[in-house]
């Protein structure tokens, strides 16, 4: 079991940060070795393994979390985060045009952790993303799988367009920028495949999705023989009125035309109105609704293109990086976009960044389990949150109706197949609206409950302790039971739940959308589902 790592480094620099409603005693010994000071200040060590179309790098950081005690929820939020380790990012090795090299992928993971001088039981929690061109091979989801069981506790896989968005969002700044600034932000995120796309606003993401547009959807060798070219990478060509194939022979300006036809058409895509058909084609996900990009005010550019796009680098790579990188900056030079630049961007380390810092949320620590040691620590949860309106006097009749049907919809076999329940809970938490929510889950979890399979349920708001009790000790459930509250969740989202951690009393969560579904066919509907507009 984990203990809470590293106070030491972080607790005379954050004093600012205190909860003021928190006093601590006197006393001669640091802060930080102050019982109470340690439950409401907990640090994560946190890895982020990167797997690009292009580029793989792992980076390390620790996280420091802290309680916040508002209303009826006792979050823990991030007020720190400091990178230890960030590898440099190599090429991701392929085998052939279907297999990533596995072996030489596990020695670039292998030697980071040796550099950083880390091992894997030192992690808390972390993730592994494969994205773009490398989620397409087929041995994808068995990399993503290996990975994580070896590198920590709790590194989870992860695959997906939204996914990948968020996490650069959160990573090149522009989550954090939206909330300094108090405007509405789009993140542009170009790597080696596909460009993510984001709109934020108070640190929150309104919308995300994915343009098959890229910076090596065709690699050339030194002597400008083309050695590589995906079929998006075709596509791009003959829009620019060149037939290529693997062999041919190309020239630097033909390069930089096909470049300017993909800026071009990704100009149209966030800019016209209509967006024209053949640009609309490239989204690999729903398009961001057209009122959430006029919301806008700025945009960040990140990913591997990025650093073209801020003048960073200037090296050719052997692909169209360069080339769109520049094609880009000329036409925002150019106020072809209605977005203000920000330089606040970590560029190609955006993805691993955020994956690294922001998939983890801290249960509160008011949770009630019947035995932790044999209901923790838990992967790969399936999360169901059915919409539902806790009113003062709601019916637990509804709410069991409202949960069973949310079940058969996603079909689930509650019998037998781990889930999680979620909910959003509104309104004070006297005894009779406990009773009702315990009786409503009772009514709707019925399969589960006579299989005798632990009940998991997760709420927003503190009440995980007195909704357990009034399950075990007045419905009389003798299922092992676990409540976890402080955590948002939604449909489609996966969890894995650390190990109790002490003197916090608290549980890492790690949030995650499993589903490898970004394949050649395209995203497949759960993937799609990432905004919907108010009815």
């Not at 070219?229 to 620019?240: K, V």
């Amino acid at each position: 079991m984990h203990d809470d790592h590293g106070h030491d480094h972080h607790g005379h620099s954050h004093s600012h940060h205190q909860d003021h409603d928190h006093h601590y005693p006197e006393a001669e010994s640091p802060i930080e070795e102050n019982p109470l000071w340690q439950r409401d200040n907990v640090t994560l060590w946190s890895v982020g393994i990167d797997i690009g179309s292009a580029g793989t790098q792992v980076l390390f950081s620790r996280i420091q979390l802290q309680r916040q005690s508002v209303d009826l929820s006792s979050r823990y939020i991030i007020i720190d985060r400091e990178t230890v380790y960030e590898s440099p990012v190599s090429l991701t090795p392929y085998k052939s045009e279907t297999l990533i090299d596995d072996r030489a992928l596990g020695e670039i993971v292998d030697n980071a952790y040796n550099f950083a001088n880390v091992r894997p039981e030192d992690i808390d929690t972390g993730v592994v993303i494969l994205t773009g061109e490398a989620l397409r091979r087929e041995n994808a989801p068995r990399i993503a799988s290996i990975l994580s069981e070896k590198c920590g506790d709790l590194v989870c896989a992860t695959a997906g367009h939204h996914m990948e968005a968020r996490l650069a969002a959160f990573g090149s700044g522009a989550a954090r920028a939206s909330f300094d600034r108090d405007e509405c932000i789009l993140n542009i995120d170009i790597g080696g495949g596909t460009t993510k796309l984001s709109v934020l606003e108070n640190g929150k993401v309104l919308a995300t999705g994915a343009v098959h547009i890229g910076g090596r959807l065709l690699a050339t060798a030194t002597d400008l023989t083309l050695a590589r070219i995906d079929p998006a990478g075709r596509t791009h060509a003959a829009r620019a009125g060149f037939n290529w194939k693997v062999g041919d022979q190309v020239e630097s300006r033909q390069l930089d035309h096909v470049a300017k036809t993909m800026a071009n058409t990704l100009i149209e895509i966030l800019a016209a109105s209509p967006v024209p058909p053949e640009a609309a084609e490239l989204y690999l996900t729903d398009p961001i609704p057209d009122e959430l990009l006029r919301r806008a005010k700025s945009m960040v550019f990140s990913g591997g293109v990025a650093e073209f796009v801020y003048r960073r680098e200037e090296r050719d790579f052997g692909d169209l990086g360069q080339h769109l990188g520049h094609a880009l900056r000329d036409r925002v030079d150019s106020g072809d976009l209605p977005w203000a630049l920000l330089p606040d961007s970590q560029g190609i380390r955006s993805t691993a960044l955020g994956a690294s810092e922001y998939t983890t949320q801290l249960s509160g620590n008011t949770c009630f389990a019947t035995d932790y040691d044999a209901l923790l620590p838990k992967r790969n949860i399936p999360v169901l949150r059915p919409e539902f309106n806790f009113s003062d006097r709601f019916s637990a009749d509804e709410l069991g109706e409202t949960l069973r049907r949310h079940i058969e919809a996603f079909e689930i076999d509650a019998a037998s197949d781990d889930l999680v329940l979620a909910f959003h809970w509104d309104g004070s938490p006297e005894y009779r609206r406990i009773r009702a929510l315990a009786d409503g889950i009772r009514q709707g979890a019925t399969e589960r409950i006579a299989s005798g399979k632990p009940l998991f349920i997760v709420l927003d708001a503190d009440i995980a302790l007195n909704l357990g009790a009034v399950l075990q000790e007045d419905l009389h459930i003798r299922n092992d039971i676990l409540v976890i509250d402080g955590v948002a969740l939604s449909d489609f989202d996966y969890i894995d739940v650390g190990r109790l951690r002490q003197p916090s009393n608290t549980m890492p969560v790690t949030i995650k959308s499993l589903i490898f579904n970004d394949t050649m066919e395209g995203a497949k509907t759960p993937e799609r589902i990432h905004h919907k507009p108010a009815q």
